[in-house]
């Protein structure tokens, strides 16, 4: 089993960046494709961004591209998730999650491992 802490969450102004990070312990990460997903009140969790074991291949929702970015660093058992030029539409929980398959998917029920998820709030 793995078990995810995320870290980082807060309060930050529209336009400003976040930096989220989710360590692993219990295995080493390097066996799992790692995802990022947000949930807001009363909406179903949605599928921010995954990186393959390695970090070669990665994916991320339209409404993301070019504003955050996943990255990880298997020697330290993280994954992290900067935020750039936040919205108020980011708000939400954001979880982070493991997946021991090779495939990096973008659908929530493939992961096996959740964290308890980190609050991020973008003001206007």
């Known amino acids: 089993q793995v078990q995810l802490v995320e870290s980082g969450g807060g309060l930050v102004q529209a336009g400003g960046s976040l930096k989220i990070s989710c360590t692993a312990s219990?295995?080493?990460?390097?066996?799992?494709?790692m995802g990022w997903f947000r949930q807001a009140p009363g909406k179903e969790r949605e599928f921010v961004a995954a990186?393959?074991?390695?970090?070669?291949?990665?994916r991320y929702v339209d409404s993301v591209k070019g504003r955050f970015t996943i990255s990880r660093d298997n020697a330290k058992n993280t994954v992290y998730l900067v935020m750039n030029s936040l919205k108020p539409e980011d708000t939400a929980g954001y979880y982070c999650?493991?997946?021991?398959?090779?495939?990096?998917?973008?659908?929530?029920?493939?992961?096996?491992?959740w964290g308890q998820g980190t609050q991020v709030t973008v003001s206007s």
């Open positions: 999650a493991a997946d021991f398959s090779s495939v990096v998917s973008t659908i929530p029920t493939r992961y096996e491992y």
């Open positions: 219990g295995r080493t990460l390097s066996s799992y494709v």
């Open positions: 990186i393959s074991r390695s970090g070669d291949y990665i």
